[in-house]
């Protein structure tokens, strides 16, 4: 099969659209910036593509509320082109901006089939905070086609409103229906339980990113785009003065490469 | 005070007809988050508080998420706002405790600048009996303007100094007397206006002598810097740009300069692909007034920099440096009117409003903000210094051409894209030129409304790869009169109607629209033959662009309104008719005493206490809120360690992902040492920037510099010999080390004069503050190294000399007792020697890039101690060492050896098993191995008398690290 075709959206403050569309490139895709208003006028279409990536970003300066205006934005000007997307089998991420974005949309975690509805938010830290850190994150559903094969990842985040909150049986559903994707946990693995800063934002059962029911439409806040070379990690110099003096050799990906590579993978 | 409770509210006020219905849908579908937040629509009629305070923009004032909720309310209800339209955010905050009225006005007082915002307090009782809360809208209503006065020159001296203090007469809103804020124009350079005009036969319009104020601004023409001092014909010339013109001769084919002096910013040749620019900026003054809005400002506005450079570039990293009076302050604060009633702003205020504008303004646009600076001393009180820059990345050639170069031509149009103007921004640029005092515009505060910025520049990036224009500079100070009076010199003249400039309101005098700095602007040269599709583009970005005017090459700068010339004045004038500065200066030398004091007792338990010291404790607290991974290019970050919490000396960015090549970024800045000699601390801060990129793998020979002059006072002789000095510190210093200046900015007037508590007035200035920013190529990032020591029984190295130079250090500062004051001119101050120091530094990046070292770490601020507990710290690993042994020259004292601040040195780890390598590579430079890394929980250091000097356990002295800013 040809190169499956990467549609990274750009415009009005998103931006992580340059590194997002490097790292579908790096994965083996053909990776496109559109601008949001050249899909709405016609310019470009969905259509052409096989993967949607709502980057990272500011839109609209996170003013109301984070991802709240491009949401309203999308679903009104192109609400039944996105779903036709989604529906034809093609996949969706949404990075930490983009996350926020489908979450207020209700494209993820869309419990239920029918029109997309909000049920899960993104909101204010606890922290009350812009927190840029790092974090680990245990891979969990077994269904989300972008973390195949991933079981535990270091990555970075980098948001002021990267609090998972939801309705408690929404909740129990996320966790039962395998719609938590990824879990902060504590470096060694065990469970993070809330605590800061390895869970950075208070997230509700530690959750950094869910899917929807077909695994194909992934959010999540951290960033796995800041994590394509083996010198991102902020432990890069310990881990290679290591291998170093075992004489072995500097490994030159970074994990957060996985991610798009499964979406590559995907249609392959 | 007892507060049980406080609810926040946000308000969105509609100014526009709208059914129930709509306002419901809005209200439920965007506003309101279904899960976290509940809505009304007024009136806000609910029990559960006590107190209500609201507090909404003034008029006038960038209203973001009011202009958002505009944009979003229409396109979701799929109506149109007009024009005057419009929506206003407000917050409400409502207060559930017992307060007196005057205790909430107080609670009201931390909500709130009043000089942009304005509050609205009530108790329950009112807003029961007045329905609900409602604050006047923040409707800007003017009357018409276009009113454009002549103004008589032909006046006697004094006229012409209170023309320039306090502006042309204007009795506009109906205040008779009125004045229009300063010219800041000095009386010579008046004569030669009213000669100018004299010989023309008439007068100068008000456009005209506005527009003059402006380009002839110390801000913009940068008067004392290119004045006659003494013997020398321009500081800048002579000593900045002459000593960039001899580096570049003497590198010849290895000369990394593109574009220097001549643009927004320095460019400088990243590969031959690729090619960097670089700037950095203050923006002091209104920093004082609105922490938040000045520095938001400030850091939106350094990003046109590079943006305007060349033919604009991809903005890939910011950096910031604060100069902040102590946070902790607890004595009554100077006041800005005789009355006593209008404190100048708390220091703390002033750093967290300085610290929120910068994070939104780069984290926002999406630019990482990697490398930054905090230092403290009590001469910021008045005005704080906000230093803040951008670097560029530009193809080195667009469609065959050379990026770096542009040029208007007779004939393109002159475009004006991204914000509108408005009545905010008047006067920025004289307002910089004086100092601060009681009658300072508050128009000349504004707020950065990084998204509106965002969208140009993302837009402009477009169009420079499509080839649409064939110029671009930024809006900056003086807004078009500046930017389209400094193109019309490529092409040769121009010609503007103000009547096409897009503005936010009515009512704006013609002057205003030619002067306003009102944010997030550029200017474009456009040739006819691409417009329409460079009209269309911004059109589908959604960014306003408006054609305002024609390049020409009559030699003239005319501009027009309704038809009629309302200034036209020969470019030749504009730009070059200010008359020479003559100064002159004086220099009285310090006389070189240490201060004399018994050694502690206890090194370690000092240790522990300089490390919390303000200037040396960890800015996580900053950091963290800072986005500085974005774009993916992040190698040396700001802090290291298995905690991730010590600061490196300088950071590590690939602006292009897929080289291997990188950029290390470093600082200097040394106010302190001033007070004793402004030449020696000119050099150390150069020193101090190289060694910073160098201790992060950066190579010393491929090194670029920028200057940033924050002087104060500098009309007195005494401040321009201390100019004059650090001048000459750059010239000498940049030469030896063959690193050029590649830009630079100076800002001369950061006075404050206001009133003591005892009502007396008072002057507080600004030490001199020269901040060094550098640059460095890094030939393959994976060979960078950080602070922080890596395995038990690797050795510890000193490379340097050590010698007895404490004078304007920071352990002397520990001495005065206080937490932000300078030391005093007592001492020695560290002497730089470039001869013996590049040798080192050349050493250290040849092992660095071999892997040979572990970790470094540049000696600086805190001495070989700070050094030290730096590696310590970030390795969580103790160390055994030996004062004796750390190549300490005529030094006895063991407090001396640990605290100097000579420079030219690291506290480097190695492997013993690289150890006899390193040696070898080493041996033509001082290397003295003091000691070793130990897997234990603390430094241990023998004095100079063979005793135990240091005895520190290291939870200790990350404690005191973190603690002093751990907010």
């Not at chain 2, 408006?546 to 003239?556: E, L, M």
Request: hydrophobic letters at 40%; glycine letters at 12%.
């Amino acid at each position: 099969m040809a190169k499956p075709r990467a549609l990274v959206l750009t415009g009005y403050g998103i931006n992580c659209d340059r590194e997002t569309q490097f790292a579908f490139e790096l994965a083996g895709a053909g990776a496109v910036r559109v601008h949001v208003n050249d899909l709405i006028d016609g310019h470009d279409s969905m259509s052409a593509y096989q993967i949607l990536a709502f980057p990272g970003g500011f839109s609209f300066g996170d003013d109301i509320a984070s991802g709240k205006v491009l949401a309203s934005k999308v679903r009104a000007r192109l609400g039944d082109e996105v779903e036709r997307f989604v529906d034809a089998g093609n996949l969706v991420i949404g990075i930490c901006n983009g996350f926020q974005v489908l979450a207020k949309y209700g494209l993820v975690p869309r419990l239920d089939p029918g029109r997309p509805a909000q049920t899960v938010t993104v909101t204010f830290n606890d922290s009350g905070r812009f927190e840029d850190r790092w974090v680990s994150l245990r891979a969990e559903s077994s269904r989300c086609v972008f973390t195949a094969g991933i079981e535990r990842i270091d990555l970075p985040v980098a948001h002021g409103e990267g609090k998972v909150v939801a309705a408690e049986d929404v909740v129990s559903r996320l966790e039962k229906e395998g719609s938590v994707v990824l879990r902060y946990v504590m470096p060694d693995g065990s469970a993070a339980g809330g605590r800061f800063p390895h869970n950075p934002n208070g997230a509700m059962h530690d959750i950094a990113g869910i899917c929807d029911p077909s695994g194909r439409v992934f959010g999540l806040m951290p960033h796995p785009e800041r994590f394509l070379s083996f010198t991102n990690h902020p432990h890069w110099t310990r881990r290679r003065d290591a291998l170093v003096r075992k004489g072995q050799r500097l490994p030159e990906a970074g994990d957060g490469r996985a991610i798009f590579e499964n979406a590559v993978a995907y249609f392959r | 005070i007892g507060l049980a409770a406080v609810h926040t509210v946000e308000v969105y006020t509609v100014d526009r007809e709208l059914t129930r219905a709509q306002l419901e849908r809005a209200a439920r579908e965007l506003l309101a988050d279904p899960l976290t937040q509940d809505w009304v629509i007024a009136p806000y009629v609910r029990e559960g508080f006590d107190w209500a305070i609201e507090v909404g923009f003034l008029p006038g004032v960038t209203d973001n998420v009011g202009n958002t909720t505009r944009v979003a309310m229409g396109e979701l209800l799929g109506v149109t706002f007009e024009a005057a339209e419009k929506v206003y955010s407000s917050r409400l905050f409502l207060v559930e405790g017992k307060l007196g009225r005057e205790q909430a006005k107080a609670v009201a007082g931390l909500l709130y600048n009043p000089l942009i915002q304005k509050a609205r307090v009530m108790d329950r009782d009112e807003v029961m009996r007045e329905g609900g809360i409602e604050l006047p809208l923040a409707r800007v209503i003017l009357p018409p303007s276009d009113r454009v006065d002549e103004v008589d020159l032909e006046v006697d001296d004094d006229a012409l100094m209170l023309l320039s203090r306090e502006g042309i007469p204007d009795d506009a809103g109906g205040r008779a007397g009125g004045r229009r804020g300063p010219l800041a124009l000095s009386l010579p350079q008046l004569h030669a206006i009213r000669d100018h005009y004299r010989e023309k036969g008439r007068r100068p319009t008000d456009v005209e002598l506005e527009s003059l104020a402006q380009t002839w601004s110390e801000h913009c023409k940068h008067t004392i810097f290119a004045a006659q001092l003494d013997e020398v014909d321009s500081l800048y010339k002579t000593y900045i740009k002459g000593a960039t013109a001899r580096v570049r001769k003497m590198k010849g084919s290895a000369d990394p300069c593109v574009s220097v002096f001549s643009d927004n910013a320095g460019v400088v040749r990243f590969d031959g692909r690729w090619n960097l620019c670089y700037k950095v900026e203050t923006h002091n003054s209104p920093s004082a007034l609105d922490p938040y809005g000045g520095a938001v400002t400030g850091i939106v506005g350094v990003n046109r920099d590079p943006l305007g450079t060349g033919k604009g570039a991809l903005l890939t990293a910011n950096m910031y440096g604060f100069c902040f009076a102590d946070p902790f302050y607890d004595e009554p604060l100077p006041t800005r009117d005789a009355a006593g009633k209008v404190p100048i702003l708390h220091p703390k205020v002033v750093f967290e409003g300085v610290r929120k504008g910068v994070e939104d303004g780069g984290n926002k646009s999406g630019i990482p903000t990697p490398l930054g600076f905090i230092v403290f001393d009590d001469r910021y009180m008045g005005k704080p210094l906000v230093f803040v820059g951008t670097l560029g990345l530009m193809p080195a050639r667009l469609g065959g051409q050379p990026s770096h170069q542009k040029a208007a031509r007779p004939g393109d149009f002159v475009v004006v894209a991204g914000g509108s103007v408005g009545k905010d921004g008047i006067h920025g640029a004289t307002f910089s030129s004086e100092s601060l005092h009681e009658g300072s515009p508050a128009g000349a505060v504004q707020i950065g409304d990084p998204i509106t910025q965002k969208k140009l520049g993302d837009a402009q990036l477009e169009a420079r790869d499509l080839g649409l224009y064939s110029s671009v500079t930024d809006c900056g100070a003086g807004g078009i009169s500046c930017s389209v009076g400094e193109m019309a010199r490529e092409s040769g003249g121009c010609e503007v109607d103000l009547g096409q400039v897009p503005v936010k309101y009515s009512g704006i005098a013609p002057y205003e629209i030619w002067i306003s700095e009102s944010q997030e602007r550029m200017t474009y040269a456009v040739a006819p033959g691409t417009l329409d599709e460079f009209l269309d583009l911004m059109r589908r970005r959604d960014v306003k662009a408006a054609v305002i005017g024609r390049f020409t090459d009559s030699g003239r700068c005319v501009v027009r309104l309704a038809g009629r010339d309302v200034m036209d004045l020969d470019l030749d004038f504009l730009h070059d008719g200010l008359p020479a500065l003559r100064l002159e200066s004086t220099w009285t030398p310090a006389v070189p005493v240490d201060p004399e004091f018994p050694e502690p007792a206890d090194l370690g338990a000092t240790l522990v206490e300089m490390m919390g010291r303000l200037d040396m404790c960890s800015r996580e607290y900053v950091v963290r809120q800072y986005d500085h991974e974005v774009q993916a290019g992040s190698v040396i970050k700001p802090l290291s360690g298995v905690e991730l919490d010590v600061h490196n000396d300088g950071v590590v960015v690939r602006p292009v992902l897929d080289s291997l090549s990188g950029v290390a970024l470093s600082v200097g800045i040394l106010p302190w040492y001033g007070d004793i000699d402004t030449y020696g601390m000119a050099a150390a801060c150069i020193d101090t920037a190289i060694r910073g990129v160098v201790a992060v793998g950066g190579d010393p020979d491929q090194v670029s510099l920028l200057d940033n002059f924050c002087w104060s006072s500098s009309d007195e002789p005494e401040r321009l010999g201390q100019l004059k000095r650090a001048a000459m510190a750059c010239f000498d210093t940049a030469v030896a080390y063959a690193a050029p200046f590649i830009s630079g900015k100076d800002s001369m007037f950061n006075d404050f004069k206001g009133y003591g508590p005892d009502g007396r007035p008072v002057k507080i200035s600004v030490p001199p503050t020269l901040l060094v920013s550098s640059i460095a190529m890094v030939p393959d990032v994976r060979a960078c190294v950080d602070v922080q020591a890596m395995m038990p029984g690797d050795l510890v190295y000193v490379v340097g000399t050590t010698r007895d130079e404490l004078g304007g250090s920071e352990y002397y500062g520990l001495r005065t007792g206080k937490r932000a004051s300078s030391p005093g001119r007592v001492g020695v101050l560290p002497t730089v020697h470039p001869e013996a120091f590049l040798p080192i530094y050349r050493a250290m990046h040849r092992v660095i890039a071999r892997g040979l070292v572990a970790s470094c770490a540049s000696v600086s601020c805190g001495g070989l101690g700070a050094a030290i507990a730096r590696t310590a710290m970030a390795g969580m690993l103790g160390m055994v060492g030996d004062l004796a042994r750390a190549g300490a020259e005529d030094l006895s004292r063991s407090d001396r050896v640990l605290f100097s601040e000579s420079q030219g040195r690291f506290v480097v780890t190695v492997d013993p098993a690289r150890a006899a390598a390193f040696e070898t590579e080493m041996h033509s430079v001082p290397i003295r191995q003091m000691g070793e890394i130990s897997d234990g929980d603390r430094i241990l250091l023998r004095g100079m008398d063979g005793k135990m000097a240091v005895d520190v356990d290291l939870a200790d002295l990350k404690r005191s690290y973190k603690r002093t800013l751990g907010w």
